[in-house]
């Protein structure tokens, strides 16, 4: 009976120790880099009241970050938390960003001024601006590999809380190209009536299956799913959400980027700007 | 997804409530996680966010809801 005991009790020991061990291993994996917000050398951002706004966030593929924030526009580039430049617009207002290749592209959607800007990512300068590229009302939009995916009014009608958006997509010298059906243009298959619309986040394709955000509002847990082709779940991670810190104003989408094969999150500690790199083959591991 | 305090919360709502939110700020909802609302970001046109569970309840708790009843006279 006591050695019974005994077994049992070192058996749930060593349970309990490679639970321990496993739960600091899988936050050992994901880097975490610390950049002071601030307008003169930091992250840019805009305050108000208790909120905190970084509308632009990438990562190109050296791993260099790109913030565009504050309530005049600057545009800040670190690699890791050492500054690289920043550069002050009067032409545009802070708003999301794209980087693709060596150029990073910006939509004002701001005063439904709706002009798209082409910038060198290597020091921030204008190379091309597509003024007022649609007349119509914008909601929100999202850069896509494709190209830019607009959420508009139909100017023609009324607004109000039973106006449907329309979705277009405009390629990157601002031109129309089509209406599409969602803000990610997925075919239906990929998001189906299952995900809450517009809660569940598509954030790119990795080896050609199609990686998801969610919340967990209840357990506090971000949920990163991965999905083939037919949408089968193929893989889930679950982190707390603490891990990664407080989100900016909206927890926006722009937040979590897929690139270089991993996901960047960017969150907020204290008066830091904390960027987690989540590498997929680690967050999916041996799924 | 079945989040069931937030699923409780979401199930005694209606399209067209007025959400206040620890008196920073005040949202009509209009279903699922979305808002419709003045955006705190200058410049940002009103419209809709859909960002209730994914941001405004977590950062900021469950909000008080008020809603117009339709009270008839005759």
């Known amino acids: ?287 | 997804m079945n989040t069931s305090f937030y699923n409780s919360f979401i199930s005694g709502t209606q399209k067209g409530d007025l959400f206040l939110c620890s008196n920073h700020h005040t949202a009509f909802y209009v279903g699922g996680n979305s808002l419709f609302y003045a955006h705190g970001d200058p410049g940002t046109p009103t419209g809709y966010t859909y960002d209730l569970r994914t941001y405004w309840i977590d950062e900021l708790g469950y909000p008080k809801v008020y809603r117009q009843l339709n009270i008839r006279n005759d």
Not at chain 1, 5 to 11: A, D, E, G, Q
Not at chain 1, 77 to 102: P, S, T
Not at chain 1, 182 to 202: C, G, H, I, S, W
Request: glycine share 6%.
């Open chain 1, 1 to 287: 009976m006591y050695r019974t005991k005994v077994s049992f009790r070192l058996y749930t020991s060593i349970v309990a120790l490679f639970l321990i061990v496993v739960a600091f291993t899988s936050n050992d994996d994901y880097k975490q880099i610390r950049i002071p917000l601030g307008n003169e050398s930091g992250v840019p951002l805009y305050k108000q009241d208790i909120f905190y706004f970084v509308n632009g966030f990438d990562v190109d593929e050296k791993g260099y970050y790109y913030f565009l924030g504050g309530e005049n526009a600057i545009l800040a580039c670190f690699k890791g938390n050492e500054l690289v430049y920043r550069k002050k617009y009067d032409e545009l207002k802070a708003n999301q960003i794209n980087i693709l290749d060596d150029k990073l592209y910006l939509f004002d959607f701001k005063d439904e001024k709706n002009n798209l800007f082409v910038l060198n990512k290597a020091d921030g300068s204008i190379i091309d601006s597509y003024k007022n590229i649609l007349k119509n009302r914008v909601n929100s939009f999202l850069f896509m590999d494709t190209g830019l995916i607009i959420e508009m009014f139909d100017n023609k009608k009324k607004i109000d809380m039973s106006t449907q958006m329309e979705f277009a997509m405009f390629d990157l010298t601002g031109k129309f190209i089509k209406q599409v059906g969602n803000r990610y243009d997925l075919p239906k298959v990929m998001y189906p009536n299952e995900f809450e619309v517009n809660a569940t986040q598509f954030i790119g394709k990795w080896n050609n299956n199609f990686v998801y955000w969610d919340y967990d509002i209840d357990n506090k847990l971000y949920r990163f799913t991965l999905r083939n082709k037919e949408c089968k779940l193929i893989g889930t991670a679950n982190i707390d959400k603490k891990f990664f810190g407080k989100p900016f104003y909206g927890n926006p989408i722009e937040h979590k980027k897929l690139r270089n094969g991993n996901i960047y999150i960017l969150s907020q500690d204290g008066n830091d700007a904390v960027i987690t790199v989540l590498p997929l083959k680690v967050l999916f591991k041996a799924q």
